[in-house]
């Protein structure tokens, strides 16, 4: 994630050429798919501009070429008129690639531009050469406004110039100091046209990067968030629950079962673990706790929930087991300790360390969690008052045997 979050700052500083922002490889798909909706409206604007210009400047027709005024007032209403409004339903109801779009819109402004060259070679007016500079300022919002890709600038900027160069050659006045003003026309326009369709790339360009880094941002701190929460849930000496934890854990459990669910909650404590930390150190104590810790997680069994309450007290909590299930069950949590064989020579009970469970078995509508545990707790000293290493569990009033009373 951070490598992530290093390489959209990269691309952000504009490092490519001459200062473009360069897409990593990895987002050039996310990106055209963000911007193609946007694309796609500028080639229509683009063509309803350009279209409504291109009609309102029919009135200066009798000005520009009076010679040629009812051939340009055919070419503005009918020709261009209905081949843009053909355009623009195709660009809204037809489905195709952008690219397609684009060299379609492309191709119609270039007839607009090449119908006012052909005024220019047919009419006797030097008004006429006023449709060259029209059809560069044309150049220019096109450029400015389509949200084109480079290389289609070029091509349509070179075409538009080659066509007002052979509408000059063959226009009413030959002369060729108007071949080096086309030259120099075409440079001062479409010159700061491609400036100004490298900024706004640019500008898209940075947007979406700036967004990307947002979000990666977003995702770093999520994952962080959800770090920091499960560590905070976590007992950082034996990797299991601890009390907020396993609170957190058996409430989701409970959540996911019926009111009339069973619920066992056992509490587990290490026989003399205060003998075994003064006898053999408390480095080996901690080691100690990591594995019986470990043990009773995995007799716990997917279904349990395995938990460390604080020092050598453990809890175990399982929803949805049976009564007659949870004797031999508990008997399984206590087992899996005292086949670890960890060597106790000052405990009373055996020679290997071991532990002590008492168990509630109850109803999760009938008792609430906390009495629950207060039961399994005195059910787990009445285990180590009896001699510890063994089971006690606490008969709650069963199901069953109240239903029998009542009938």
Same mark, same amino acid.
């Given at each position: 994630?951070?490598?992530?979050?290093?390489?959209?700052? @990269?691309?952000?500083?504009?490092?490519?050429?001459?200062? !473009?922002?360069?897409?990593?490889?990895?987002?050039?798909?996310?990106?055209?798919?963000?911007?193609?909706?946007? !694309? /796609?409206?500028?080639?229509?604007?683009?063509?309803?501009?350009?279209?409504?210009?291109?009609?309102?400047?029919?009135?200066?027709?009798?000005?520009?070429?009076?010679?040629?005024?009812?051939?340009?007032?055919?070419?503005?209403?009918?020709?261009?008129?209905?081949?843009?409004?053909?355009?623009?339903?195709?660009?809204?109801?037809? /489905?195709?690639?952008?690219?397609?779009?684009?060299?379609?819109?492309?191709?119609?402004?270039?007839?607009?531009?090449?119908?006012? %060259?052909?005024?220019?070679?047919?009419?006797?007016?030097?008004?006429?050469?006023?449709?060259?500079?029209?059809?560069?300022? %044309?150049?220019?919002a096109m450029?400015?406004?389509?949200?084109?890709?480079?290389?289609?600038?070029?091509?349509?900027?070179?075409?538009?110039?080659?066509?007002?160069?052979? %509408?000059?050659? #063959?226009?009413?006045?030959?002369?060729? =100091?108007?071949?080096?003003?086309?030259?120099?026309?075409?440079?001062?326009?479409?010159?700061?046209?491609?400036?100004?369709?490298?900024?706004?790339?640019?500008?898209?360009? !940075?947007?979406?990067?700036?967004?990307?880094?947002?979000?990666?941002?977003?995702?770093?701190? %999520?994952?962080?968030?959800?770090?920091?929460?499960?560590?905070?849930?976590?007992?950082?000496?034996?990797?299991?629950?601890?009390?907020?934890? #396993?609170?957190?854990?058996?409430?989701?459990?409970?959540?996911?079962?019926?009111? *009339?669910?069973?619920?066992?909650? &056992?509490?587990? *404590?290490?026989?003399? #673990?205060?003998?075994?930390?003064?006898?053999?150190?408390h480095a080996?104590g901690d080691?100690?706790? @990591?594995?019986?810790?470990?043990?009773?997680?995995?007799?716990?069994?997917?279904?349990?929930?395995?938990?460390?309450?604080?020092?050598?007290?453990? =809890?175990?909590?399982?929803?949805?087991?049976?009564?007659? $299930?949870?004797?031999?069950?508990?008997? @399984?949590?206590?087992?899996?300790?005292?086949?670890?064989?960890?060597?106790?020579?000052?405990?009373?009970?055996?020679?290997?360390?071991?532990?002590?469970?008492?168990?509630?078995?109850?109803?999760?509508?009938?008792?609430?969690?906390?009495?629950?545990? $207060?039961? &399994?707790?005195?059910?787990?000293?009445?285990?180590?008052?009896?001699?510890?290493?063994?089971?006690?569990?606490?008969?709650?009033? @069963?199901?069953?045997?109240?239903?029998?009373?009542?009938?």
């Amino acid at each position: 994630m951070q490598e992530e979050a290093t390489e959209l700052d @990269r691309a952000l500083e504009g490092r490519g050429w001459l200062g !473009r922002v360069a897409i990593p490889p990895g987002r050039m798909g996310a990106f055209a798919a963000q911007t193609q909706a946007m !694309r /796609r409206h500028a080639l229509s604007m683009s063509v309803l501009i350009g279209l409504g210009f291109y009609l309102a400047f029919a009135a200066g027709d009798w000005f520009t070429v009076p010679d040629q005024v009812w051939l340009a007032l055919t070419f503005r209403f009918a020709i261009m008129l209905p081949l843009g409004l053909a355009v623009l339903y195709w660009l809204h109801h037809v /489905r195709s690639s952008l690219m397609v779009q684009q060299v379609v819109t492309c191709g119609f402004h270039l007839l607009a531009v090449s119908l006012l %060259a052909f005024l220019v070679t047919r009419s006797d007016s030097a008004n006429a050469l006023g449709f060259v500079f029209a059809s560069y300022a %044309a150049l220019m919002a096109m450029v400015i406004s389509m949200a084109l890709p480079v290389r289609l600038v070029m091509v349509l900027a070179i075409t538009v110039m080659l066509v007002q160069a052979l %509408a000059i050659a #063959f226009g009413p006045i030959q002369l060729p =100091i108007l071949q080096l003003h086309n030259l120099m026309t075409a440079i001062v326009i479409v010159g700061p046209a491609l400036f100004a369709n490298r900024t706004l790339e640019n500008e898209r360009r !940075r947007h979406f990067l700036l967004i990307e880094r947002e979000e990666s941002r977003k995702r770093q701190l %999520a994952e962080q968030r959800d770090m920091l929460s499960r560590l905070a849930a976590l007992d950082p000496l034996t990797d299991i629950a601890n009390r907020r934890g #396993f609170h957190a854990a058996l409430a989701s459990d409970l959540g996911r079962v019926g009111p *009339d669910a069973l619920v066992a909650i &056992a509490m587990v *404590d290490i026989d003399h #673990f205060k003998l075994y930390n003064d006898h053999y150190g408390h480095a080996a104590g901690d080691r100690a706790l @990591r594995r019986v810790a470990q043990a009773l997680a995995e007799a716990a069994g997917p279904v349990g929930r395995a938990g460390r309450l604080g020092g050598e007290e453990f =809890i175990i909590a399982v929803t949805g087991i049976s009564s007659e $299930e949870i004797e031999l069950y508990a008997e @399984r949590l206590r087992a899996s300790v005292q086949r670890l064989a960890l060597a106790h020579c000052d405990s009373s009970t055996a020679d290997v360390v071991t532990v002590s469970v008492g168990v509630v078995l109850g109803l999760r509508d009938r008792a609430d969690i906390p009495t629950l545990f $207060e039961t &399994a707790d005195a059910a787990l000293y009445r285990a180590k008052a009896a001699g510890r290493n063994r089971v006690v569990i606490h008969d709650l009033p @069963r199901p069953n045997a109240e239903a029998c009373r009542t009938g």
